[in-house]
């Protein structure tokens, strides 16, 4: 069955950094864009970056921008490396993927989620 | 980087219809139609229920629809049922190369 699994998430101090990966199982990425979005606990959804199919594009949420670099590894994995980690970024991480090449608002599969807390 | 604006909840009775806007600025939902609809149940990762405005993905039941006029994107269900319960999220692509939630709207099936 075709899914996406998340990895990476842990617990982490403030300042430092986490790379979270998105997997593919049952299809390729290299077809379709990819979205990570991120939901903090009892909150709503929040669109954090995206890549296109052939990683020429990136688009970031002003709230990462700078500190977070979204990167296909290959054709089937696509990470999001985060730095400088701040206590607001503790949420569930989802990766999401677009159902076209480019990047757009529509997403036809996603993961479970990774948990990534930051706290001293 | 500030969010479409939803209701934080809306509630109705099995059978009823129900209609929750979502709205935006002419830079976002009114300057595209890149806005799709996202349903959330408890415990569960969001999926999609509607794409580019009023488009349905396959398996997605009739009752649900979506629509816009302006800078507000409408999501309505009608013929509710219980098992509809959950939060529902509007996303629309942004002028300046970004994506952006609504705040969410909690349905309550009385």
């Known amino acids: 069955q075709a899914q996406l699994v998340e990895s990476g998430g842990g617990v982490v101090q403030p300042g430092r950094s986490l790379r979270l990966s998105c997997t593919s199982s049952g299809f390729t990425l290299s077809q379709n864009a990819l979205h990570w979005v991120r939901q903090a606990p009892g909150k709503g959804l929040e669109w954090v970056a995206a890549?296109?199919?052939?990683?020429?594009?990136q688009y970031y949420a002003e709230s990462v921008r700078g500190r977070c670099t979204i990167s296909r590894d290959n054709s089937n994995t696509v990470s999001l490396q985060m730095n400088s980690l701040r206590p607001e970024d503790t949420a569930l991480y989802y990766c999401?993927?677009?159902?076209?090449?480019?990047?757009?608002?529509?997403?036809?599969?996603w993961g479970h989620g990774t948990l990534v807390t930051v706290s001293s | 980087q500030s969010a479409l604006t939803q209701p934080s909840s809306v509630s109705g009775s099995p059978g009823q219809s129900i209609t929750i806007p979502c709205t935006g600025t002419?830079?976002?939902?009114?300057?595209?139609?890149?806005v799709s609809w996202y349903q959330q149940l408890p415990g569960k990762a969001p999926k999609v229920i509607i794409y580019?405005?009023?488009n349905r993905p396959p398996g997605v039941p009739f009752r649900f629809s979506g629509s816009k006029s302006g800078n507000t994107a409408s999501l309505t269900i009608s013929g509710l049922r219980t098992e509809d319960e959950g939060d529902y999220f509007c996303?629309?692509?942004?002028?300046?190369?970004?994506?952006?939630f609504g705040g969410g709207t909690k349905l309550t099936v009385l």
């Open positions: 999401a993927r677009d159902e076209s090449g480019y990047i757009s608002s529509h997403w036809d599969a």
């Open positions: 580019y405005v009023s």
């Open positions: 890549i296109s199919n052939d990683g020429s594009t």
């Open positions: 996303n629309s692509f942004r002028q300046g190369d970004t994506l952006v």
């Open positions: 002419s830079s976002d939902i009114g300057g595209y139609n890149d």
